[in-house]
């Protein structure tokens, strides 16, 4: 994939790079070592000012930042100023709490027979992060806050059609004052990741993006003995039951699919509406997804703007055309348009069978398949029968209903008459093919540090006799 911006609202190449040598490579690869030396000596107070200055400069520069990202990859401005400032928002989070987050953990001594013991938490060098395009900034900036609080450097191979934002983000910690290759973006291509991942300097990565991309990093880091955080794809189930808010659901429902243009991967993708209900919601969410306003990203009014490529669009309409040929039916949207850009109009299919690829593969566009379920417990199986298990919504105001759907959910999150979001404080994650590890909060924090244990003892003969020793 060649490293250019081009506004996907036009289809005009803007921009492109050159992908950096081998040599190059070395060079970053050598300097994130060497400022991960530097990183690990500083306290952590000086480490949460300069993430604060990051989220200044962040705020200072958010409309600009946010043209950068809409021009790349076709979200809108107002969705683009808002991605911005909940990235200052992360980092001063980490800077507030890392301190808690990072502070030695006293263990019971006498039970462990030393005479003091506790686990420390501590950086483990650079990480390479490999991101996605979707949230430009916000991908990039869950890993990079907490990784670069702890004390590890960030090496970055962000997705080749967002290079310009890539840049920005080395810019911005460099500014905001961390030490020379503390934060480097890598203009590469992804068959650069297995010499990178390789290097014995780099100690672990993180990935963002595809289930075949996962998969490949996955293998490398399994050859080569590195820890690996990986958030995959998602089919997210919002289940409606018959005691709902059926307006609000709806609502919500059509901000859940259609939020950056359709694009995210926590983004509800299988809407399963109990029979009791199905009707009535289904008119009303198909009315709100074809009212939405489709067009210019850079406008006010724009509810949804172009997909990112026009390989994504050509996906998501196979997608469709695909259940159409076996005999799905289309409530609204559907077609594609003709015209510059990579426009998709708001979908919502349903009739949907397991033989169609919209049942069981994740359709990345403003596309919503709405399936008709008899009981909860058709509803959960219909809920859980995906190879995906990254986030989950159901509305019913029923209190033991609730209950259940929060333990019977299998997905790294569940939400209950809300949808689906990502907060600083609370772990993101994924279970099944979604992926695993965690990101954000405490757990997103010590995915990368090394949890030492440290036992202290009074050095006599006989001490720790009766346990075991491996
Ligand atoms: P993608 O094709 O997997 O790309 C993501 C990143 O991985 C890019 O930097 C890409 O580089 C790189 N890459 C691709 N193939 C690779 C390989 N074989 N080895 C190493 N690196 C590779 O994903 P995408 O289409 O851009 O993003 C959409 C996907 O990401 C969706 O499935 C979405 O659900 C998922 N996603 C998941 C989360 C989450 O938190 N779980 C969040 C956002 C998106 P190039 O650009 O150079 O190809």
Redesign the pocket.
């Known amino acids: 994939?060649p490293?250019a911006t081009t506004n996907p609202a036009t289809g005009q190449v803007l921009k492109t790079y050159e992908a950096m040598s081998d040599e190059q490579i070395d060079a970053a690869i050598e300097r994130a070592d060497l400022a991960f030396r530097q990183l690990r000596e500083t306290t952590i107070a000086q480490r949460a000012r300069w993430l604060t200055a990051a989220a200044d400069l962040l705020d200072a520069e958010r409309d600009e930042t946010a043209r950068l990202m809409t021009t790349e990859m076709g979200k809108t401005y107002a969705a683009a100023k808002a991605e911005v400032t909940k990235c200052a928002t992360a980092c001063r989070f980490y800077a507030d709490n890392a301190p808690g987050m990072l502070a030695d953990e006293p263990a019971d001594a006498a039970a462990v027979k030393a005479k003091r013991a506790y686990v420390r938490y501590q950086p483990i060098g650079p990480v390479l992060a490999?991101?996605?395009?979707?949230?430009p900034l916000w991908?990039v900036m869950r890993f990079a806050a907490p990784a670069l609080m702890a004390g590890n450097t960030g090496l970055l191979?962000?997705?080749?059609?967002v290079p310009q934002t890539a840049l920005y983000l080395e810019d911005l910690f460099r500014r905001a004052g961390f030490p020379e290759g503390a934060f480097t973006t890598l203009l590469v291509?992804?068959d650069a990741?297995d010499r990178i991942l390789s290097d014995p300097r780099v100690r672990a990565a993180t990935?963002?993006?595809?289930?075949?991309?996962?998969r490949?990093?996955a293998q490398i880091a399994g050859r080569e003995i590195k820890k690996t955080v990986l958030?995959?794809?998602?089919s997210d189930p919002f289940v409606v039951m018959p005691s709902a808010d059926l307006d609000t659901a709806a609502e919500v429902a059509t901000t859940a699919r259609c939020q950056n243009n359709g694009?995210?991967?926590?983004a509800a993708k299988r809407f399963i509406v109990h029979t009791d209900v199905f009707d009535a919601f289904a008119e009303k969410f198909a009315a709100r997804m074809a009212a939405l306003r489709v067009g210019d990203p850079m406008d006010d009014g724009t509810d949804v703007g172009p997909l990112a490529s026009e390989r994504?669009r050509d996906e998501v309409h196979a997608q469709v055309t695909d259940a159409v040929d076996q005999g799905a039916t289309v409530l609204c949207g559907g077609e594609k348009p003709a015209g510059d850009g990579w426009y998709y109009p708001p979908t919502v299919v349903t009739d949907l069978r397991p033989e169609m690829r919209m049942w069981s593969e994740?359709v990345?566009g403003p596309v919503a398949g709405l399936y008709r379920v008899g009981s909860y417990d058709e509803a959960i199986e219909v809920a859980n029968g995906t190879s995906f298990g990254?986030g989950s919504n159901a509305w019913t105001n029923d209190p033991a209903e609730q209950e259940r759907f929060a333990v019977d959910l299998d997905a790294g999150n569940v939400f209950i008459n809300g949808m689906t979001t990502s907060y600083p404080e609370l772990p993101?994650?994924?279970v099944k093919n979604?992926?695993y590890g965690r990101?954000l909060s405490a757990a997103g924090m010590r995915e990368f540090c090394n949890t030492k244990t440290v036992w202290i003892g009074e050095g006599e003969a006989g001490a720790g006799a009766g346990a075991h020793s491996e």
């Open positions: 994939m490293i490999v991101m996605p395009w979707n949230f991908q191979k962000h997705a080749s059609n291509g992804s990741v990935l963002t993006g595809s289930e075949p991309a996962g490949s990093i958030e995959l794809g998602g694009q995210s991967c926590i994504g994740e990345f990254l993101f994650g994924g979604s992926g990101e």
